[in-house]
């Protein structure tokens, strides 16, 4: 589905990263994902019912929250975190948690993604949290996405980079089989995901990653996700089609914010 795009840049200067006419200043990725955030959190507004997202980039959104909070700039913030780990963080910083059985309508989410194409379609899950982090962002008004301008392709899969996929353990080499056959026209590569011990990754929800490795352009990304969602033993994909309302990407040369 096409989306018209609407641009705003931001210049370094106008953020006071560094003073007029100082020399070039060479930030780090995760500056660059920390400035993408503080961005981020300027769309949160007092009494907000917020989806709390997972991984590097998002943990300073969720920093950024709760330092807000602690200075009273923020109030009556309920957050939904999307990962153990996330719920974690938020607890210590004092943010106030609930779940989408007492929120089912969230007002925005903010998170980051491993992808994003020109349509604002993402990947997500090279984290593990997926499965959660689609049932929150699924059910917000507003999601806000936040990456740096590494993670912007020209079509999903175009990283190189795993595309996950959660899948239940029993028999997952068999899934793993029926998802690589799927898109072997794209030279998909299917693996599992191990942890750092070398044994199966193993998500919140206690299922297994199968990581998809693609050398093209699997085609039409809704029929891609629906034939996915057909296989026996699947339960749900990265792919996070038509769901970011808008896209900010930090940059060596500032901020874009990209709206559907």
């Known amino acids: 589905m096409a989306v018209a795009w609407s641009e705003k840049a931001y210049s370094m200067e106008a953020l006071s990263l560094s003073p007029p006419m100082s020399p070039p200043v060479i930030l780090t ?25 997972t991984g590097s980039t998002a943990k300073h959104a969720v920093d950024r929250i709760g330092e807000l909070l602690r200075q009273g700039k923020l109030t009556n913030i309920i957050g939904i975190p999307t990962s153990k780990k996330t719920q974690e963080q938020a607890i210590s910083l004092g943010i106030p948690l609930s779940d989408l059985d007492s929120h089912p309508t969230i007002d925005m989410a903010i998170d980051g993604a491993d992808e994003v194409d020109p349509h604002l379609n993402l990947v997500k899950g090279r984290g593990g949290s997926l499965l959660r982090e689609k049932m929150v962002e699924g059910a917000c008004k507003k999601f806000v996405c936040i990456v740096d301008e590494s993670k912007l392709v020209k079509y999903l899969g175009g990283s190189g980079l795993a595309m996950p996929v959660e899948v239940v353990p029993f028999c997952w080499k068999f899934t793993a089989k029926k998802l690589q056959n799927l898109f072997r026209d794209s030279g998909c590569v299917a693996k599992l995901r191990n942890d750092c011990k070398g044994e199966p990754f193993v998500t919140d929800n206690g299922n297994y990653i199968v990581d998809l490795y693609l050398k093209k352009d699997i085609g039409d990304l809704q029929v891609a996700s629906d034939a996915i969602l057909r296989i026996a033993g ?27």
């Open 29 to 53: 990725q995760d500056e660059l994902k920390k400035i993408a955030a503080y961005k981020a959190v300027e769309f949160v507004e007092s009494g907000m019912v917020l989806g709390l997202g």
């Open 234 to 260: 699947v339960v749900e994909h990265g792919m996070f089609l038509a769901m970011a309302t808008t896209v900010i990407v930090a940059g060596e040369l500032g901020i874009t914010i990209k709206n559907k």
